[in-house]
């Protein structure tokens, strides 16, 4: 596998990890939110999903740091 290859797999597994996270932390936003009654928030969403992301990114990279 070249050098090359490995990069573009780098960044494909950050942006679906990214992606996800965006998705699941609208989604969560939205439904406590009609929950409690307040109104939908998209940028509460944003913030929400770039923390769970950057900390799930840290935590996989410190997990494939770790196994080798």
């Known amino acids: 596998i070249s050098l090359d290859h490995m ?3 780098d960044r ?3 942006f679906w ?3 996800w996270c965006f998705w ?3 989604l ?3 439904i406590v939110g009609s929950m409690s009654g307040s109104a939908y928030n998209f940028t509460t969403g944003v913030l929400l999903a770039l923390g769970i992301g950057i900390c ?3 935590i996989g ?3 494939e740091v770790k196994s080798e």
């Open 24 to 26: 699941l932390a609208q």
């Open 17 to 19: 990890t990214f992606f």
């Open 56 to 58: 799930v990114s840290i």
């Open 28 to 30: 969560v936003t939205y």
């Open 7 to 9: 990069e573009k797999v």
């Open 61 to 63: 990279h410190v997990a």
């Open 12 to 14: 494909m597994k950050y």
